[in-house]
């Protein structure tokens, strides 16, 4: 089986993965989940303190998020050093056909769009004056984070695919890996997941959900 690109209700696409049988995105509409729950919920509520930025994504897919975290460092001049981890990219030809910039109408995200997906791994990039993009090709379970972060996108597909990255081991590495005051957003509203997130210290707030979604979850290390 192959993956298939879907158009989500939005009218973005968004990839049904062969390999895990899960959408990328919500079928509610993808760049509106993304929005929500990785630009507002985090990017947006941490630029309330600061306007340099470290974020670091996990499961960096389609692109999207951090498409989305280029066009608002463009619009408000927030300095990023974007890191993504992923490692099982899509093709360039999956990249090429997705309609992201058709879809926000900005042709200038074009060219670091490109980038981002046939760029070289372990590699920063200069892809706008304020925005520097790393992606590093690995497995979460195997990623030694070389640095410490402001927000983590937490964007693995959901526990009930792969329950092992919902788990102590790996919550526990981005607990590491973000600065104090750092912010992790994930779509997951799991009791088991809030749980884990708990136990490790972080202050954890329900927020509501994209379209389709009732709850996400936004936490914290105090
Ligand atoms: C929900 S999708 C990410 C969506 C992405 N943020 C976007 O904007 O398109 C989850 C991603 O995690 C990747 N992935 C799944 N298991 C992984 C693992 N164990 N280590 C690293 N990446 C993994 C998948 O290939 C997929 O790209």
């Known amino acids: 089986m192959e993956d298939e690109l879907i158009v989500t209700s939005d009218g973005s696409h968004t990839v049904l993965s062969a390999q895990f049988g899960e959408s990328y995105h919500s079928r509610f509409g993808a760049v509106q989940e993304s929005r929500h729950i990785f630009i507002d919920a985090a990017l947006k509520f941490k630029a309330l303190q600061q306007t340099r930025i470290k974020v670091l994504e996990m499961g960096f897919g389609t692109g999207l998020n951090a498409l989305l975290t280029l066009l608002e460092s463009r619009r408000k001049g927030f300095e990023i050093e974007y890191s993504s981890v992923e490692a099982y990219p899509i093709s360039p030809e999956q990249a090429r056909s997705l309609n992201f910039i058709d879809i926000l109408q900005e042709p200038w995200l074009e060219a670091p769009f490109s980038k981002m997906h046939t760029g070289p791994w372990g590699q920063a990039l200069s892809l706008d004056e304020h925005f520097v993009f790393t992606k590093w090709r690995s497995l979460f379970e195997e990623f030694a984070p070389p640095s410490q972060y402001d927000v983590i996108y937490f964007d693995a ?66």
Do not use: H, I
């Open 157 to 222: 597909f959901a526990p009930a695919a792969q329950p092992e990255l919902w788990e102590l081991p790996l919550l526990g590495k981005m607990y590491d890996a973000l600065l104090p005051g750092g912010v992790l957003t994930t779509y997951c509203a799991k009791g088991s997941v809030k749980r884990n997130l708990k136990s490790l210290g972080f202050t954890l707030e329900s927020l509501e959900g994209p379209p389709g979604k009732r709850e996400m979850t936004r936490a914290t290390k105090g």
